[in-house]
């Protein structure tokens, strides 16, 4: 296990993330329109138990691309990790020094999200917990205030794709692809095999599926680009050159948005089955 990205070891890296960022630590700023000042999240105890908070603070010194306090609601603001653009500094490095890729998946927009978005009153920071959800009748998906049994649930934010896009695409000799919804890749990965996949989730489930059949047909929201397939975005970076095995060229723009990435991941595999990568390690994801 490696606590960290810079504990990786030298070499190719093959990285592939998922619902790794969004674990990751998030600072949440609202601004404040009558007065025209800043504040921040915060948990605070009080008798009751632990409580979301605003405390006052300066005005956050950070650059957030598309955003401009004038355009803001009253209570709206921005969410920031810095943690995610150090690892994604790092990878970025290795990838760029070493040669591999990177491909990460996980829920998030391409800019960062204001306080209020989707439905949310305090943004995109939440826990999520599938006993507290059946206890409640709610659901897995439906979040949860993150003073919700600290320590019993997942905390978790929406990932800022485009702080990270923006570190590998300025990387000298790293590649990298649009950003793109979770589903596009994962239909392009199914290359052929998609009509019959299709024709398994259309049948819905039925009594003596086989385990194969089960897992094709559970399959079916993380394709959906209304639910999870939507919900769920990517991104694909490699070292330059290595894509140049394929058929296709990534350059091409009459190929399906997921199909450029498809290539990449195929690039990923090629490199793993001839052993150029250098060394093993696991990251915990929370």
């Not at 978790?156 to 790293?174: L, N, R, W």
């Not at 680009?225 to 769920?232: A, D, P, T």
Request: with cysteine; charged share 20%.
């Amino acid at each position: 296990w490696h606590t960290h990205v810079t504990t990786l070891p030298e070499g190719p890296l093959i990285l592939i993330a998922n619902e790794f960022f969004d674990a990751l630590p998030t600072h949440q700023f609202k601004y404040h329109t009558e007065t025209q000042t800043w504040s921040q999240s915060a948990v605070d105890y009080c008798p009751d138990g632990l409580a979301l908070t605003q405390i006052p603070t300066p005005p956050p010194s950070i650059r957030v691309s598309g955003l401009e306090p004038n355009s803001l609601a009253n209570g709206e603001g921005f969410e920031i990790c810095p943690e995610a653009q150090l690892v994604s500094i790092e990878l970025a490095k290795k990838i760029s020094r070493f040669g591999g890729g990177a491909l990460i998946i996980d829920y998030g927009d391409f800019q960062t999200q204001v306080g209020g978005s989707k439905g949310r009153e305090n943004g995109t920071i939440r826990s999520l917990s599938r006993k507290a959800s059946a206890i409640q009748g709610s659901g897995f998906s439906r979040p949860l205030c993150v003073t919700h049994s600290p320590g019993d649930v997942d905390m978790t934010s929406d990932v800022h794709f485009g702080a990270i896009s923006e570190i590998f695409s300025k990387t000298p000799q790293v590649e990298l692809l649009p950003f793109q919804p979770q589903a596009y890749l994962f239909t392009e990965l199914m290359g052929d095999r998609i009509y019959h996949f299709r024709d398994i989730i259309k049948a819905g489930y039925h009594e003596g599926m086989s385990k194969e059949e089960e897992d094709i047909y559970h399959m079916a929201p993380l394709v959906d680009i209304k639910g999870v397939g939507g919900e769920f975005k990517c991104i694909c970076a490699l070292s330059e050159g290595l894509n140049k095995g394929s058929q296709e060229s990534t350059a091409n723009p009459g190929l399906p948005l997921g199909w450029n990435m498809r290539e990449m991941v195929e690039a990923m595999e090629r490199m793993m089955r001839t052993g150029q990568g250098m060394g093993t390690g696991t990251m915990p994801s929370s």
